[in-house]
């Protein structure tokens, strides 16, 4: 149940990391929770990370050098496989000072994310601070936000504007993507504003029912997915219950990727790139995830499936050709298609 709860609030914070250790302890070896965890970080797409082998001073040679084959085995085949393993010991120091050497090579391996994009901050927290207000917390993922910005939250539509901002306890004029910022938000109560909304400027995203997604299901996942199944999707902070639709068959096995489309119970703010995560309702299991094709899609109809399925996704130009032909006669603004299209 703990780590239930955990992979929870594991997957919200993982979709701003650039950079993932794993950490496998010597005495005990890899867990079923170190293979979910391996799997979500993959499934979100992260490039760059290391492996780290703790407990050193609690384990033999003969022991270590186990679990360490153990971990190198579960990593095989993701971008873990050949990256740094270090073995470190809390107690001794053993390892610490390659562990921070090694932290330092790979930051600056890191490619810093484009400030020009349009704002988006998940939502994790909120709060009352006596004397200033509501006060939302989040990772910046895109565009930057500047004090006395006006600002959205959705999918409620709140409009409020930003009376300030911190980042690490220190005050800040200006946030940009990759920070942890927490916001004062002018003339707004705290029931107004829930964990898994997401602020942006006014007018730049829609919020969504909708998703069509190239998924894949995991090679560990207990069993296939199911056409119309109800499963849980994770999109940044947001968990939602959700349908998943696949136009072309009546099930997706392990390992196997296809087009489909999420149908959300409760809105979500999704942009074309997004990553999500997908487990089932009960048990709470890792199944699959993918990246998001259109964010703001129409409900498949036998007349329109054809068309989903010959859809050109592929570059800048098949996504935003496909995004203006799916916004029908009521057709897209300019700054929707920027949010849209990411």
């Known amino acids: 149940p703990g780590h239930e709860k955990f992979v929870r609030?594991?997957?919200?914070?993982?979709?701003?990391?650039?950079?993932?250790?794993?950490?496998?302890?010597?005495?005990?070896g890899v867990m079923p929770q170190t293979a979910e965890h391996l799997d979500i970080l993959c499934l979100l797409g992260i490039k760059l990370g290391l492996v780290v082998l703790t407990k050193a001073d609690l384990v033999d040679d003969e022991l270590a050098l186990l679990a360490e084959e153990d971990a190198k085995d579960i990593v095989r085949g993701t971008f873990l496989e050949g990256a740094p393993m270090i073995r470190v010991s809390s107690k001794t120091g053993e390892g610490i000072d390659e562990l921070k050497k090694t932290l330092a090579i790979l930051a600056s391996q890191v490619v810093d994310r484009p400030v020009y994009g349009l704002l988006r901050l998940p939502i994790d927290r909120v709060f009352t601070l006596k004397g200033h207000g509501t006060v939302v917390t989040g990772t910046l993922i895109s565009g930057s936000l500047t004090v006395g910005d006006d600002i959205?939250?959705?999918?409620?539509?709140?409009?409020?504007?930003?009376?300030s901002i911190e980042s690490h306890k220190r005050a800040e004029q200006t946030a940009v993507p990759g920070e942890r910022v927490a916001i004062n938000l002018r003339g707004v109560e705290q029931s107004g504003v829930n964990r898994g909304e997401v602020v942006t400027h006014p007018g730049e995203f829609q919020p969504s029912f909708i998703v069509d997604v190239s998924l894949r299901a995991l090679n560990r996942a207990?069993?296939?997915?199911?056409?119309?199944?109800?499963?849980?999707?994770?999109?940044?902070?947001?968990?939602?219950?959700?349908?998943?639709?696949?136009?072309d068959r009546d099930e997706?096995?392990?390992?196997?990727?296809?087009?489909?489309?999420?149908?959300?119970?409760?809105?979500?703010?999704?942009?074309?790139?997004?990553r999500v995560v997908i487990r089932a309702l009960s048990p709470s299991l890792t199944l699959g995830g993918g990246t998001v094709v259109n964010p703001k899609a129409v409900k498949l109809k036998a007349r329109s499936t054809k068309a989903f399925l010959e859809?050109?996704?592929?570059?800048?130009?098949?996504?935003?050709?496909?995004?203006?032909?799916?916004s029908g006669p009521a057709g897209v603004t300019h700054n929707e298609l920027l949010g849209l299209s990411g």
């Open 252 to 274: 997706l096995a392990p390992g196997e990727e296809a087009i489909a489309q999420v149908r959300t119970s409760i809105p979500i703010v999704p942009s074309t790139g997004d």
């Open 222 to 247: 207990p069993f296939s997915l199911r056409n119309r199944m109800k499963l849980r999707l994770h999109h940044y902070t947001s968990e939602v219950e959700a349908r998943l639709v696949f136009p």
């Open 311 to 326: 859809a050109d996704r592929t570059g800048d130009e098949g996504i935003v050709a496909s995004l203006v032909r799916g």
């Open 9 to 28: 609030q594991m997957v919200a914070g993982s979709g701003s990391v650039d950079l993932a250790a794993l950490v496998v302890a010597l005495d005990e």
């Open 152 to 163: 959205e939250v959705l999918p409620s539509g709140l409009r409020s504007s930003v009376r």
